[in-house]
């Protein structure tokens, strides 16, 4: 398997199919890390898409004393912090079925099972988007994409120290945010 650098070097050497090959490999875990900055699927797509761009552009810049997904993933995060502040609003469910006279329907899982499984994932989801967006960033990386306390470090271009404390003070402002949602549940 061809290894980062290479498929750079190609790239920079004027071979844009060795980039599509990094898009292919990082995609997905790009993806991953942004829908839960940005709060959805679509306009997640979008910014990786424009993370990709980016990137494919600046290619010239990266100067490989980091790898290659950490710079990618600062890359995406800055997409994503701009696109969460200049998002348009939203439609909910209800303005798409009137506007399309369609009634969503899914047949994969037992409705009520699913509408709990849903209604948990998005209580998670709302809670991580009201954490401050040092706090949420240094949490998604961590918690949801698995990333070492180094590699955030990297990505985030902070001091190790600042990484676990924000991480610390993310996850205590989470577990009070879902505890008063299961308070407020009973």
Known sequence: MIDDAQLIAETLAGKPAAFGR????????????????????????????????????????????????????????????????????????EQVRDASGE????????????????ETAAQVRQAIARLGEEYRSVLVLREIDGCRYETIAKILELPMGTVRSRLHRARLQLREQLKEVLINDE
Do not use: M
Request: glycine letters at 2%.
């Open 22 to 93: 990094l898009v292919v490999k990082y995609q997905d875990r790009l993806y991953n890390t942004v829908v839960h900055v940005v709060g959805n699927e679509h306009d997640a797509r979008d910014v990786v898409q424009d993370a990709f761009v980016q990137a494919f552009i600046k290619l010239d810049t990266f100067r490989q004393s980091s790898a290659f997904f950490t710079w990618l993933y600062r890359i995406g995060f800055n997409v994503a912090v701009t696109h969460r502040r200049c998002r348009r609003p939203t439609l909910s469910i």
């Open 103 to 118: 009634e969503p329907v899914d047949t994969e899982v037992e409705p009520a099972e699913r509408l709990e499984r849903d």
